[in-house]
């Protein structure tokens, strides 16, 4: 047989979503992927009732329906105070993985270089990869993960022509403050790049931080290209909502590409997701408290219980180090944690382009019982360790 593809053949099979079936298999609490264990908003399942007999249940518009857009449109303007055009600097697609995807393969040519913040959503790499690009990382530093304008600087020196921003952070809930962001616009600018950002956490951020749209700085709205979906905010992972919103020659070609990928978003799930995009302030208030809330209990939690993490600023996400152990192998680590202590994570090397295996990372969007039940079990961590 002729060989397969030389582009995928290190891929490996998704770290996060592996840790996920090895919960499953040993009956352990998953914290590792990241959906809620709530139900979305009542007004929005039952609009969907409502569709299921009405439709549309056929083709939308390929970049999506148009009340959706424009729903969308409004609420963008919103909370960022920039004017979108519904019809020209929108595509809706299946999920921000597909925004990021259809972003990357709209801007970015074989033998391009993308920068890319470390620690990373695993799939940023895998995108450049899947590009022909080169990932260059640059280091996010513990615990604040901050990170050194000189190395940045560096990559687009090296000939970066794009920078992956993920805002709040996934896995480590840094919130990128407007100071840093302005120094990320300065060199954008200044070497002439794109900055794809993936804001699906904007609405999840805790006080004092607070969300700034990198698109609104000077100069930025014609470079940036936001990635988003709707999976977080509205607690809707499954319904695969995305969208991009860039300049209008840039939505041009983000659109052929999407038509190629996946033909559309899910006409049903758009319309009865624009009952959420219509939702009043009040529900973001509510939203960013019930995070607070559980972010609170978590991590109040894992501190009572003595453990080490670091301070989540937005998202919801805590990585704890788990040095303490003498873990080497944070793999097989989190698959002994789910098998022996009932608690899924994910190791914090999937993570890190750097040699890191000492932080594992949990998610805490889940109901209080879950909670407290997973504190309960990793209450016994130490012990189950001694004997591992």
């Not at 100069?219 to 300049?247: D, H, Q």
């Not at 978003?265 to 960013?288: H, I, K, S």
């Not at 003595?306 to 944070?330: C, I, K, N, R, W």
């Not at 949990?362 to 879950?370: P, S, V």
Request: aromatic share 12%; charged share 25%.
């Amino acid at each position: 047989m002729r060989e397969l593809s030389k582009r995928t053949e290190n891929f490996t099979d998704s770290v996060i979503r592996r840790m996920t079936r090895i919960s499953l298999q040993h009956g352990a609490i998953n914290l590792s992927q990241g959906f809620p264990d709530f139900d979305p908003p009542k007004e929005i399942t039952d609009r969907l009732k409502e569709v299921a007999d009405k439709g549309p249940h056929q083709y939308a518009l390929t970049w999506g329906a148009q009340n959706f857009r424009e729903a969308l449109a409004k609420k963008q303007e919103h909370f960022s105070g920039m004017k979108v055009d519904p019809d020209k600097e929108i595509v809706v697609t299946c999920g921000s993985t597909e925004a990021m995807m259809a972003s990357m393969m709209s801007i970015v040519n074989p033998g391009d270089k993308v920068a890319v913040f470390s620690p990373f959503y695993e799939n940023y790499g895998a995108d450049a990869i899947l590009s022909g690009a080169e990932p260059i990382y640059i280091p996010l530093v513990p615990p604040a993960f901050s990170f050194d304008p000189n190395l940045l600087e560096d990559a687009f020196k090296k000939g970066a022509k794009a920078l992956i921003l993920c805002n709040p952070s996934n896995p480590c809930g840094k919130v990128f403050t407007k100071e840093e962001l302005e120094i990320i616009a300065k060199l954008a600018i200044q070497y002439d790049c794109y900055v794809i950002t993936d804001e699906v956490y904007e609405h999840i951020i805790y006080e004092p931080y607070q969300h700034t749209y990198l698109a609104t700085l000077p100069g930025m709205r014609e470079r940036t290209i936001i990635c988003n979906s709707l999976s977080k905010t509205y607690s809707i992972t499954g319904w695969r909502l995305g969208y991009v919103i860039a300049s209008p020659e840039i939505v041009e070609r983000v659109k052929k590409v999407h038509d190629f990928l996946t033909v559309g978003a899910a006409a049903p799930l758009m319309e009865a997701a624009v009952t959420g995009l219509n939702f009043p302030d009040e529900y973001y208030r509510d939203l960013q408290a019930h995070y607070t809330h559980m972010k609170e209990l978590f991590t109040g939690g894992l501190k009572q219980l003595g453990f080490s993490y670091t301070e989540p600023q937005g998202a919801y996400y805590v990585l704890m180090d788990v040095s303490e152990f003498g873990v080497t192998d944070d793999v097989a680590f989190c698959e002994w944690l789910a098998k022996e202590v009932g608690v899924g994570a994910v190791p914090g090397s999937s993570f890190f382009k750097e040699d890191v295996h000492n932080y594992i990372r949990f998610h805490f969007a889940k109901k209080d019982e879950t909670l407290h039940a997973a504190l309960d079990n990793l209450e016994r961590l130490r012990s189950k360790a001694k004997t591992r």
